[in-house]
T-cell receptor, first 109, second 116 residues
């Protein structure tokens, strides 16, 4: 079966760095996406990785290792507004997104 | 980035009535649109996938006669919840994707449905 695993909840301090991990087992791979979802709102796109390595975009970076079926989202210089759920999703061989359950990130002052 | 709109953002209706939700891609042609529902503090649940000009593909357990989906143009898809009941109350979110199949899904802002 297809499976996406990510931690249910994480807590971090304002100004610090946090890494949210995602492991996956899917039928085929056409890329991995990270989305941010604030409570009561729809998800917004953060990043897309299809090749191994690190993609940096401002305070957020995303890493992919296809051989390990592993990705992480790295958030630097955390701000209170970064409190949200972070969703990992993998596009399978049928170009369908398989969603993780999301990681709720709590930022404390 | 790509913009997807959704209307209405919030709707309250009586049990037994039907509700139509519109999803529009404003600055790109969406060959594929997706409809999700999300219960509080739960993950996204894909309901159906629709390709422009063809019938929607529904996920297992989703009643196609209850959740009618129409994707008549490259910029508009509609979801109609027929004979709504209180258990249909949820957050409904659409997303849209362009032609290549490898492009990012962009989400609409969601529609919060409350059935009394």
């Amino acid at each position: 079966g297809q499976n996406i695993d990510q931690p249910t909840e994480m807590t971090a301090t304002e100004g610090a760095i946090v890494q949210i991990n995602c492991t996956y087992q899917t039928s085929g791979f056409n890329g991995l996406f990270w989305y941010q979802q604030h409570a009561g709102e729809a998800p917004t796109f953060l990043s897309y990785n299809v090749l191994d390595g690190l993609e940096e975009k401002g305070r957020f970076s995303s890493f992919l290792s296809r051989s390990k079926g592993y990705s992480y989202l790295l958030l630097k210089e955390l701000q209170m507004k970064d409190s949200a759920s972070y969703l990992c999703a993998v596009m399978d061989s049928n170009y369908q997104l398989i969603w993780g359950a999301g990681t709720k990130l709590i930022i404390k002052p | 980035g790509a913009v997807v709109s959704q209307h209405p953002s919030r709707v309250i209706c009586k049990s037994g009535t039907s509700v139509k939700i519109e999803c529009r891609s404003l600055d790109f042609q969406a060959t594929t649109m997706f409809w999700y529902r999300q219960f509080p503090k739960k993950s996204l649940m894909l309901m159906a996938t629709s390709n422009e000009g063809s019938k929607a593909t529904y996920e297992q357990g989703v009643e196609k006669d209850k959740f009618l989906i129409n994707h008549a143009s490259l910029t508009l898809s509609t979801l109609t919840v027929t004979s709504a009941h209180p258990e249909d109350s949820s957050f409904y979110i659409c997303s849209a994707r362009g032609a290549t199949g490898l492009e990012t899904q962009y989400f609409g802002p969601g529609t919060r449905l409350l059935v009394l």
